[in-house]
């Protein structure tokens, strides 16, 4: 079935450390997405790219790094410089990267990361 | 600035019972409405996506409407289930620009 992959499910990180959260698509989507999700907060956006080798920053890029060398693949890199990164993080895919009708949004199932 | 409130902000109800859940935005220029379904610890899926021709459409006991005179929206479940209980988030695209996601309205069935 095709579908998007996130892992781990679950990761915990001391204060300090860098920790990649993988995203794996097989749905020959064109664009990927990494969001944030924090409790009574809206899905918020931290990176986009639309195409192999090329990235856009999204509203709070700030403290993350990501890499998008295979069509497939999405890493997103949490850094140190992160200050508050305990959160569910959400990827997704679209066929295209217009926000409009004809890039519906496939999520996958998150990972949730949390820094002690 | 452009911004997606829902309401109620949580929601209780029987199993069996109808409900509705709104979406007011001033996101502008409009594109499309979505909404999408979260379980809890997963990821969301999408229910409907409406442009700004759609009055109505349906998914299975889901039916959301769109007025986009007066940038409201509701989703509403018919005959509710357990498996119902989940965050139903409404997100709005600013033409070919973001998406806008709502907080979402937590709803839960109980029996």
């Known amino acids: 079935d095709g579908g998007i992959t996130q892992s781990p499910k679950y990761l915990f990180r001391k204060e300090g450390q860098n920790v990649t959260l993988s995203c794996e698509q097989n749905l020959n989507h064109d664009a990927m997405y990494w969001y944030r999700q924090d409790p009574g907060q809206g899905l918020r956006l931290i990176y986009y790219s639309q195409i192999v080798n090329d990235f856009q920053k999204g509203d709070i890029a700030e403290g993350y790094s990501v890499s998008r060398e295979k069509k497939e693949s999405f890493p997103l890199t949490v850094t140190s410089a992160q200050k508050n990164p305990t959160a569910f993080y959400l990827c997704?895919?679209?066929?295209?990267?217009?926000?409009?009708?004809?890039?519906?949004?496939?999520f996958g199932e998150g990972s949730r990361l949390t820094v002690l | 600035k452009n911004q997606v409130e829902q309401s109620p902000q949580s929601l209780i109800i029987l199993e069996g019972k109808n409900c509705t859940l709104q979406c007011n935005y001033t996101v502008s220029p409009f594109s499309n409405l979505r909404w999408y379904k979260q379980d809890t610890g997963r990821g969301p899926v999408s229910l409907t996506i409406m442009t700004f021709s759609e009055n109505t459409k349906s998914n299975g006991r889901y039916t959301a409407t769109l007025d986009a005179d007066t940038k409201q929206s509701s989703l509403h479940i018919t005959a509710s289930q357990l498996s119902d209980s989940a965050s139903y988030i409404c997100?709005?695209?600013?033409?070919?620009?973001?998406?806008?996601f709502g907080k979402g309205t937590t709803l839960s069935v109980s029996s």
């Open positions: 997100v709005v695209s600013e033409a070919g620009t973001a998406l806008i």
């Open positions: 997704a895919s679209s066929i295209r990267t217009s926000f409009d009708l004809a890039g519906e949004l496939f």
